[in-house]
């Protein structure tokens, strides 16, 4: 034998190995903590993403249907529109037999008391 394999082992004398091998898996036990934290944190940003795209998908169809809304509004102010049309009301009066007035009668408004306020 060499002289540096003597000293070698000569090193290894008196060694606690039980000592050793504790402080190893004392410094490795962090490993599987940090696995799990990380698992769950990337199980954490997967549904995060799954919601993101629910949300997306619910504000597109409530695009649509705020757009179809506002189609029917405009169909319906439209609408509207031609029953209060001057024409149509005229003819309606014709034919359930009104007329023009034959003189106009202006009442004014009855004139109110101001009202004293405490």
Known sequence: MSRNSRAGAADLVGVDFARVRVAARRRRAWLPVALVGALLAALGLAQLRLEILRMRYAV?????????????????????????????LAK???????????????VPAPRTAAVRRP
């Open 60 to 88: 597109g169809d409530a695009t649509v249907e705020v757009e179809a809304l506002r189609e029917e509004r405009s169909r319906w102010a439209a609408e509207l529109e031609r029953l209060r049309g001057p024409e149509r």
């Open 92 to 106: 309606l009066a014709r034919e359930r037999g009104f007329a023009p007035a034959a003189r106009v009668i202006e």
